[in-house]
């Protein structure tokens, strides 16, 4: 099966960038969709970004748009997001994930259940 591991996750001042990874391994499928998911203590996961197979289409969270950018190496399928100017309420687990449907709307790439591959997570904490 598909494995997904990230890398990059620490602790960083408020103001700090941090770029994460996720590299895919076993057995691997293109024409996907890849994206990240946070989840913070005591809340809910929320959809962080996306981005299509096709060129640079992207998708993000409002909260995040104009600091974080999404991109992947299809080649090496892997996935990045450099996070910049980082803020406290950005600490959370940081999950990445992956689908099999190369094209889906900006919103079915929110939901967790488009992805069925997800990694193991890797926690960010920014310091205020």
């Known amino acids: 099966q598909v494995q997904l591991v990230e890398s990059g996750g620490g602790s960083v001042q408020t103001g700090g960038s941090l770029r994460l990874s996720c590299a895919a391994s076993g057995r691997t499928f293109s024409s996907n969709t890849m994206a990240w998911f946070r989840q913070a203590p005591a809340k809910e996961r929320e959809f962080v970004a996306a981005?299509?197979?096709?060129?640079?289409?992207?998708s993000y969270t409002d909260s995040v748009k104009g600091r974080f950018i999404i991109s992947r190496d299809n080649a090496k399928n892997t996935v990045f997001l450099l996070m910049n100017s980082l803020k406290p309420e950005d600490t959370a687990v940081y999950y990445c994930a992956a689908s099999n449907r190369p094209y889906p709307s900006d919103y079915e790439m929110s939901l967790g259940r488009t992805y069925p591959y997800w990694g193991q997570g890797t926690q960010v904490t920014v310091s205020s």
């Open positions: 981005m299509r197979w096709s060129g640079s289409s992207t």
